[in-house]
């Protein structure tokens, strides 16, 4: 378990003894993949709750911890709310399904494979069809700092517009959506929507994508008014983004969301 005393966020308490989630360690790969997959459905579910559903849009990803190749992803054609352990599927960067019974979604293949593959420290991605990220990605541009929770992504997010508005089915639509992240943790894909990617865990991944939803709403609710809006400086939106907008700070956000469907939807486990 992580040390307490190794505090690598001013959130982490000083006062030792205290109730704080823990990122947990493992001694082998079979209970690593377990936890890896709890989350995943945990993370599918969160978006189920959060309205994120769009008939089958949709794909968050998470690499295995044996196979690094190989990463885990949502069935094709099941509901957010519906995805559990059981039914998670291994696939590979050609698209095949190496486990699971189900089929994969050619657009989730087409893209978190080629962000994969071409960044080997990214561990996790999500997509999702969202009404104010998709609203917000027709304008073609990047987020202001108009509050500390748009600080988070401040010049830590990009603006893909190649492509823009055609389906990513095929494997070059991939490759560009990939260039996008480096050294970055989300994009917005100009009249398409919303992705973010995460080299810490697929909790922080959902989380970021939670939260770059919810500025997406909060910024065109500022447009939609017609005043200008004061903007956070560059130098307190970077602060802002070091102390909230971090890994660890989106994997620790996403423990109260893990915690509460775990305790009511324990069919996620089967």
């Known amino acids: 378990m992580l040390d307490i005393k190794k505090r690598i ?43 994120f559903d769009y008939g089958f849009a949709g794909h968050l990803t998470i690499r295995d911890p044996e196979r690094p190749h190989l990463y885990w992803t949502n069935p094709m054609a099941v509901h957010f709310s519906l995805v559990k352990v059981s039914n998670l599927i291994l696939v590979d960067h050609d698209g095949r399904v190496v486990e699971g019974d189900y089929a994969v979604n050619r657009a989730g293949f087409v893209l978190h494979a080629a962000v994969h593959d071409a960044h080997p420290d990214i561990l996790a991605m999500c997509h999702a069809h969202t009404v104010y990220g998709t609203a917000f990605a027709s304008l073609g541009k990047k987020l202001e700092p108009i509050t500390q929770d748009a600080a988070a992504f401040f010049e830590d997010h990009a603006v893909i517009g190649d492509e823009a508005g055609q389906v990513a089915v095929e494997k070059e639509a991939g490759n560009k959506v990939a260039n996008a992240f480096k050294g970055v943790k989300a994009a917005i894909h100009q009249n398409h929507g919303l992705l973010t990617a995460s080299r810490h865990s697929i909790d922080a991944a959902a989380f970021w994508f939670i939260a770059l939803e919810r500025c997406c709403q909060q910024q065109l609710l500022v447009d939609a008014s017609g005043v200008t809006p004061r903007l956070v400086t560059p130098e307190r939106a970077r602060y802002s983004r070091e102390h909230v907008g971090s890994e660890f700070i989106g994997w620790l956000h996403f423990q109260t969301l893990y915690d509460q469907i775990a305790a009511t939807q324990p069919d996620m486990f089967d």
């Open 9 to 51: 966020s001013v959130y982490q308490p000083e006062q030792v003894g205290l109730k704080f989630p823990e990122i947990p360690t493992f001694t082998n790969h079979a209970d690593e993949r377990q936890y890896l997959k709890e989350h995943l459905v945990a993370a599918c579910r969160a978006f189920a709750q959060q309205g």
